[in-house]
């Protein structure tokens, strides 16, 4: 089995469609108030309406970057903070959270 598809939750769309368009390009379809699919981002997904943020620390999405300083750029331009940055064998990555609480990470092969 492979995955198709990935949802996040959030509790302000305009917020998430405003942050995932200006740091990644990623563009949305609006399905009424209550969902908004996403394309343009490698595998496509979409934002569910919940009314209480996501709990840190579940599973985490990691993003792939071959321009890993302007990631972290595009990331803290779109209104997020960088945490958890860690260099690893064969790589480093970035984790930072969406305007919902989504934790996520992009990391980089060095």
């Known amino acids: 089995m492979n995955i198709d ?7 302000n769309m305009d917020a998430m469609k405003a942050f995932y ?36 620390g579940g599973t985490i999405v990691i993003l792939v970057t071959d321009e890993y300083e302007a990631a972290k750029d595009a990331v803290r331009n779109a209104g997020s903070e960088l945490f958890n940055e860690q260099e690893f064998p064969g790589g480093k990555r970035f984790h930072f959270l969406d305007p919902s609480g989504n934790e996520l990470a992009i990391w980089t092969k060095v």
């Open 5 to 11: 598809y990935v949802e996040f939750p959030s509790t």
């Open 21 to 56: 368009g200006s740091a990644f390009g990623w563009e949305f379809q609006d399905w009424g108030p209550e969902y908004v699919s996403f394309s343009k981002s490698g595998l496509e997904g979409g934002f569910r309406l919940e009314e209480d943020a996501a709990p840190r």
